[in-house]
């Protein structure tokens, strides 16, 4: 018997019952039992069955839970800290606190059969749990549930004792990458002066240790790897890793302009790449290095969402083929929530990439912040815990030992597919960058660094006390690379600007970026009327075989008679944008907190069969040829969501990507995406992306929270074309934007600010006419508008056009024509000058929104137009974007009504009532008075 971890769920009683039952009749006992006996032959000379459970097993359950100690703690007792000596727990592992003597030392046990070396002394149990557990390799994994992993762990390094063994010629290999790793930055620092690198002084042993994820993966199957990381380091790693030219990195730090298509740019540290490479055994593998903003782990959920498009389309639903790398640093780690909100998606069926390997550098310190103010948990990889995920700390100089634990974690995540977490106990040399002066607040820790050689200088005094390599050769191949460098550094003084390689350019390469002339250009979104129908009836006809719930059934009838009616509301030309799509081919992802059903109750897109938690999905059987569609309901996370589905739309422009917020008003908390990533990618790092937001968005008097998705707040981020921002009202403006997203040969996100109570208003429909043979217009004109009389010009935006239109049939008011603004970028210029030319008797141009005057698009428009001379009827300027009152609500709606139809109700509204009230709070008639005798 190899393993006796039975007797870890066993008590001395019911082994004193199996006891006797062994002495009565051997073959009574299972076979586990029986071998285990047979180990104490000399028990039934000199015990008596009746004292078998005191004198004989108790020992070995103390034996036994020692074992189980240095597997749960021994981590706390490790020699993994390179610079400084480890916190103290207690109590400590010593044999004395399991009521276990000295003279027990030389006792053997069957216990030691436990870790896989058989009967043993005591003393040869705890030197072997001391070598496996307690040395520069601290492990835990013993909380996770499932006991096939436990084992799976026992096994690999308890029978190991986790002491790596490699050849000299594998020696070398690592010897190589730690040589290029140091050289490359002691070059970068002597070359470029004072010049920010962030540099990886210090850990660079994460260079062979990305090296032996890359050849273990490869070995295993995996043909592409997706690496997330932070600024520290980056350089390194994509000269070192990903192959980018040195001179190209070198011509970063002085060029002064950039080649091709980049507007701004970044700083060198910020910067993706993408590479083919070559391993040891001849496997082309794909590294994928995403571009990164300095909000530490934005690029986490992005880095999730490329990988899981990559399995979806690329490689087929396989998760061994494609790998996520996230590297951290420790600070970040431990304190940013967006760590949290990714893990808490990694085990979700619309999340999950099958298993990340998570690399944590570990300086001990944030910027100037130690380690223990930095958090209450005892470990920055702690988070990990969330997930059962095991969990490794190693020490950052003993290189064999870390790349041992990589290429046993790439296993581990080719098995499992769950997440591993290495924590590699490092130091920083400089401070925060080069230019930082880490001694006014690390002192005592940065005169330790100061004195400490750098792992490639420990590691090759190990090879040459091993007679591997001569101190000459040592300096000789350290003398080489360096000569290396400087004809790289000749070769970038010689390139006159900046190449910003493109992310994932190979997914890209049937896409151009977008001028201004391609906004003007009509794109044929119309889809055959015939077709439509019969899309229409399948997703509102269900299997009989499927019961599904009465309420979503009369739906589906109500649907069917509007399509007789020709009235199609918000979530039929929805679901029949969709349905196109998927017929023409393109897939479909939705994903967002209760996208399924949609917060208002009007998609429906999944459909619960009763009875069951089954689900049906009518968009997944409207043919057989269709492309795969998918709509998740999202954990209750902004910020890693909408990250994961940027990430997603990156690796998939041939797709429809569409995140959608709960409430337009909650997706500032993934403002780090929206703003870094969304607004920017393109300019900063030539990214594109086609993703769709969905921001729910409307003055309906329900409060601050959920009225508004803070338009301004995008439009002030509109500039060079970067994004499209659509405020639609028509039904069939909707299908028309959604089927151009893929239509184009570009693509730039675009943000939908989607309605509520236009979900159901009656006045808020479409033909099918109008998705047949339409096309998405930016402007809409007012078709009840005799231009010939129109005196005053209301252009609008959003849901306050159907309150605007209701007024002016109230009234008759012929003399206002009403235009809404479909969409706002890129503003249609052209369009809107056509429609001022045509109402040529126009004396009053007004800006109707629903918005607080500091809020909505009013200066957004009011810039767009600055020869128009246009009066803003709005909301009262306010610091948050609605009141908490439903009739407060109702009342300042009215107001803005009745100043554009010019009809007032206030109490002076004959005699001193100049309009000068609308919009405002009622005040007195002295007020009225002041402001008559300033106008």
């Not at 870390?402 to 995540?413: D, F, G, Q, S």
């Not at 403006?733 to 979900?759: D, E, W, Y």
Request: proline share 4%; charged share 25%.
């Amino acid at each position: 018997m190899d393993n006796f971890s039975f007797l870890s769920n066993s008590d001395p009683s019911s082994i004193e019952k199996l006891y006797h039952d062994y002495i009565n009749d051997k073959n009574s006992v299972d076979e586990s039992w029986y071998k285990f006996f047979e180990g104490f032959e000399f028990a039934r000379t000199n015990f008596t069955a009746e004292t078998i459970g005191t004198k004989l097993f108790d020992k070995e359950f103390k034996v036994i839970n020692l074992i189980k100690a240095y597997r749960q703690r021994g981590h706390l007792f490790t020699e993994t800290n390179p610079v400084r000596t480890r916190r103290k727990y207690f109590p400590t592992l010593h044999h004395k606190n399991f009521d276990l003597d000295d003279k027990d030392l030389e006792t053997v046990f069957q216990a030691g059969q436990e870790i896989g070396i058989g009967p043993a002394k005591l003393k040869d149990i705890i030197a072997h749990l001391k070598t496996t557990y307690c040395r520069t390799i601290g492990a835990e994994y013993i909380d996770i549930r499932k006991p096939e992993m436990v084992t799976w762990f026992q096994n690999k390094m308890e029978k190991s004792k986790n002491l790596p063994e490699f050849s000299a010629e594998e020696k070398k290999h690592i010897y190589y990458h730690l040589k290029i790793a140091v050289g490359f930055e002691k070059f970068i620092h002597k070359k470029f002066v004072g010049q920010k690198r962030f540099s990886l002084e210090g850990a660079e042993s994460l260079i062979p240790s990305l090296d032996a994820i890359i050849e273990k993966g490869a070995e295993m199957g995996i043909d592409e790897f997706i690496i997330g990381m932070s600024h520290r380091g980056r350089l390194n790693v994509m000269a070192n890793i990903l192959n980018k030219p040195y001179e190209n990195i070198f011509e970063e730090y002085n060029g002064k302009e950039y080649e091709g298509e980049i507007i701004m740019g970044d700083v060198k540290y910020h910067l993706g790449y993408g590479n083919e490479i070559v391993t040891d055994k001849g496997k082309k593998v794909r590294v994928n290095l995403a571009p990164n903003p300095s909000h530490l782990e934005a690029i986490g959920p992005v880095v999730q969402g490329i990988t899981r498009a990559k399995i979806d389309h690329k490689y087929k639903n396989d998760y061994k083929k494609v790998a996520p790398i996230i590297i951290h640093g420790d600070a970040a780690i431990a304190s940013q929530g967006v760590v949290y909100e990714v893990i808490q998606m990694s085990q979700l069926e619309g999340y999950k990439t099958g298993g990340t390997i998570h690399l944590v550098i570990n300086n001990q310190v944030g910027f100037t912040t130690n380690y223990l103010d930095a958090r209450s948990s005892t470990y920055c990889t702690d988070i990990g815990k969330v997930t059962r995920s095991p969990v490794f700390h190693v020490n950052g100089d003993d290189v064999e030992a870390l790349i041992y634990v990589i290429k046993m974690a790439m296993e581990y995540r080719q098995k499992f597919h769950n997440d591993v977490f290495i924590d590699i106990l490092s130091y920083r040399k400089h401070g925060h960058n080069e230019g930082d002066e880490p001694r006014f607040t690390q002192p005592t820790l940065y005169k330790a660094i100061s004195t400490h050689p750098n792992p490639r200088d420990i590691y090759a005094k190990k090879l040459i006390e091993n007679g591997i390599y001569t101190n000459e050769e040592i300096k000789t191949l350290e003398k080489t690379f360096d000569n290396l460098l400087n004809e790289k550094f000749t070769i970038s003084q010689k390139i006159d600007t900046v190449q910003i390689k493109q992310f994932l350019i190979e997914d890209w390469k049937d896409y151009k970026y977008p001028f201004q002339e391609d906004f003007y250009k009509k794109t044929n979104t119309s889809y055959s009327k015939k077709e439509l129908i019969d899309i229409f009836n399948k997703i509102n006809t269900f299997p009989d075989d499927k019961k599904i719930f009465r309420k979503i059934q009369k739906l589906a009838n109500d649907h069917k008679k509007m399509l007789t009616e020709n009235r199609l509301d918000w979530a039929s030309c929805e679901l029949l944008a969709y349905g196109s799509l998927l017929k023409e081919g393109f897939p479909i992802r939705i994903s967002g907190q209760d996208s399924q059903r949609g917060t208002f109750s009007h998609r429906h897109a999944a459909l619960v069969i009763e009875d069951t938690d089954d689900k049906y999905f009518p968009l997944k059987h409207i043919s057989e040829k269709q492309a795969p569609f998918n709509v998740y309901n999202s954990p209750l996370s902004e910020y890693g969501v909408l990250g994961f589905e940027y990430g997603y739309a990156l690796a998939s422009p041939e797709s429809l990507t569409i995140w959608e917020a709960q409430f337009g008003d909650f997706a500032n908390v993934a403002q780090v995406i929206i703003d870094q990533y969304i607004s920017s990618a393109e300019e900063k790092w030539g990214l594109m992306n086609g993703l769709v937001l969905y921001l729910p968005h409307g003055y309906e008097g329900q409060g601050p929270e959920h009225s508004s998705a803070r338009m301004e707040r995008f439009l002030t981020l509109c500039a060079n074309n970067n994004m499209q921002v659509l405020n639609i009202t028509s039904p069939a403006n909707l299908f028309h934007a959604l089927r151009r997203q893929l239509k184009r040969n570009f693509q730039i996100p675009m943000v939908i600010f989607t309605p509520k109570s236009l979900l159901r208003h009656p006045q808020c429909v479409s033909t099918i006419e109008d998705l047949s043979n339409g096309s998405f217009h930016e402007i809409i004109d007012d078709t009840n508008a005799d231009p010939s009389v129109v005196n005053q010009m209301v252009i609008t935006s959003g849901k306050i056009y159907y309150d605007l239109i209701a007024k002016k049939e109230e009234l008759k008011a012929k003399e206002v024509a009403i235009i809404r603004i479909e969409q706002l970028y890129p503003f249609p210029e052209v369009e809107i000058e056509k429609i001022i030319k045509k109402y040529k008797n126009v004396i009053r141009y007004v800006w109707a929104q629903d918005e607080p005057k500091n809020m909505g698009a009013w200066n957004f428009v009011k810039n767009k137009l600055p020869n128009l001379e246009i009066e803003p009827v709005t909301r009262p300027e306010s610091g948050a974007p609605a009141g908490g009152l439903h009739e407060l609500h109702l009342l300042r709606l009215k107001k803005i009504m009745n100043k554009i139809f010019k009809k007032c109700d206030c109490e002076w509204a004959n005699t001193y009532c100049d309009m000068q009230c609308v919009g405002n709070e009622l005040v007195n008639k002295q007020t009225f008075e002041l402001i008559n005798k300033k106008n």
